[in-house]
């Protein structure tokens, strides 16, 4: 009997007790498929943070303007599972970025793939 209270008393807290939970949205409702972009420019920032890795780059533009842009990869994880590593980007270098753009027309989109301009090496993104 004693056992069976203390297991009702246990499940009770557990069920009671607030949990961490996964929230995750589609990436189409952030991005738009059909608005395929490649752009070049030079990494500024890399954030490799859970649920998905950042990287934000700097483009030239025309008169010398600079337009940033911030690209989203998949998790930590699954880029080190396809082949990446920390170093794999470098702070400063030029890359190619073939990906989809955000529905809000910002300068956001989700990297398909990352081009490296210093070997010509492509790592696939997701």
């Not at 972009?37 to 990494?43: E, F, L, P």
């Amino acid at each position: 009997m004693r056992i069976r209270f203390t297991f009702a008393v246990i499940t009770v807290w557990m069920l009671s007790t607030p949990t961490p939970t996964d929230g995750h949205h589609s990436a189409s409702a952030e991005f738009d498929a059909t608005k395929r972009i490649t752009i070049t420019g030079a990494v500024s920032k890399i954030d490799w943070l859970n649920p998905h890795t950042i990287f934000h780059m700097e483009v030239p533009g025309t008169g010398g303007a600079v337009t940033r842009w911030s690209w989203e990869l998949p998790s930590p994880n699954q880029l080190m599972r396809a082949g990446w590593t920390r170093t794999s980007m470098k702070l400063a270098e030029t890359v190619t970025v073939e990906g989809i753009h955000a529905r809000d027309g910002s300068n956001h989109g989700m990297a398909m793939s990352v081009t490296l301009a210093s070997s010509g090496k492509r790592l696939f993104a997701g």
